[in-house]
C-alpha cells in the first residue's frame, strides 16, 4: 500500500507529532500542502490530511490545499486533528473537511483526535491547556488508529 500524509502544523509542532507516528505506521511520507502537488495524490492508495484546529475549523492552508484536489474516483483518505478542546458533538470540527474530501471524490475511512498544547489567547495567560499533549498514550493512540486504516485499507492496482 503506498500512503501520504499532508500535514499542517504550526504552532507547537504536536499535530507533526502525531503526523511522524502514523507516517511510520503507514510507511508513509508526511509532507507539507506546499510540497506536493494536488494531482500526485492520484498515486496514492491511501491520503491522511490533518492539522491543528483553529476556532473550531482545521488550518486555513488545509483547506486551501484540499479545496484545490482535482476530482478523483473513490480514493481512500483520513482526517486526523490536534486541539486544545474536545470536538462537539453538535459541531464536529472535522465534519466540513470530510464532506469537502467527499465532494472531491474521497472516501473517509475513519478520523482521529486528541487534545494538544493550546496557547490560545484566553489560555495564553496561563501558559496554555493540555501541557505535555500530544502525550505517550495520545501518540500510541495514533499508532493503532494508522494500523487499523492499514489493515483496512485495499491495495488499488
Given at each position: 500500500?503506498?500512503?501520504?500524509?499532508?500535514?499542517?502544523?504550526a504552532s507547537h509542532?504536536?499535530?507533526?507529532?502525531?503526523?511522524?507516528?502514523?507516517?511510520?505506521?503507514?510507511?508513509?511520507?508526511?509532507?507539507?500542502?506546499?510540497?506536493?502537488?494536488?494531482?500526485?495524490?492520484?498515486?496514492?492508495?491511501?491520503?491522511?490530511?490533518?492539522?491543528?484546529?483553529?476556532?473550531?475549523?482545521?488550518?486555513?492552508?488545509?483547506?486551501?490545499?484540499?479545496a484545490s484536489l482535482?476530482?478523483?474516483?473513490?480514493?481512500?483518505?483520513?482526517?486526523?486533528?490536534?486541539?486544545?478542546?474536545?470536538?462537539?458533538?453538535?459541531?464536529?470540527?472535522?465534519?466540513?473537511?470530510?464532506?469537502?474530501?467527499?465532494?472531491?471524490?474521497?472516501?473517509?475511512?475513519?478520523?482521529?483526535?486528541?487534545?494538544?498544547?493550546?496557547?490560545?489567547?484566553?489560555?495564553?495567560?496561563?501558559?496554555?491547556?493540555?501541557?505535555?499533549?500530544?502525550?505517550?498514550?495520545?501518540?500510541?493512540?495514533?499508532?493503532?488508529?494508522?494500523?487499523?486504516?492499514?489493515?483496512?485499507?485495499?491495495?488499488?492496482?
Amino acid at each position: 500500500m503506498k500512503a501520504i500524509i499532508v500535514c499542517v502544523s504550526a504552532s507547537h509542532g504536536n499535530t507533526r507529532k502525531v503526523a511522524d507516528v502514523m507516517g511510520q505506521a503507514l510507511e508513509a511520507r508526511v509532507v507539507d500542502p506546499e510540497e506536493i502537488a494536488p494531482a500526485d495524490l492520484a498515486g496514492y492508495d491511501l491520503v491522511g490530511f490533518g492539522s491543528g484546529i483553529f476556532s473550531l475549523r482545521f488550518h486555513p492552508r488545509l483547506r486551501r490545499f484540499v479545496a484545490s484536489l482535482p476530482r478523483t474516483e473513490r480514493r481512500a483518505a483520513f482526517v486526523f486533528a490536534t486541539s486544545g478542546l474536545p470536538e462537539l458533538r453538535f459541531r464536529p470540527f472535522t465534519r466540513p473537511l470530510v464532506r469537502l474530501l467527499g465532494q472531491k471524490g474521497y472516501e473517509v475511512r475513519d478520523t482521529f483526535s486528541c487534545r494538544s498544547l493550546d496557547t490560545w489567547l484566553p489560555f495564553k495567560p496561563v501558559g496554555g491547556i493540555n501541557k505535555g499533549r500530544p502525550d505517550a498514550t495520545d501518540l500510541a493512540a495514533a499508532r493503532t488508529f494508522a494500523e487499523g486504516l492499514r489493515a483496512r485499507t485495499r491495495v488499488v492496482s
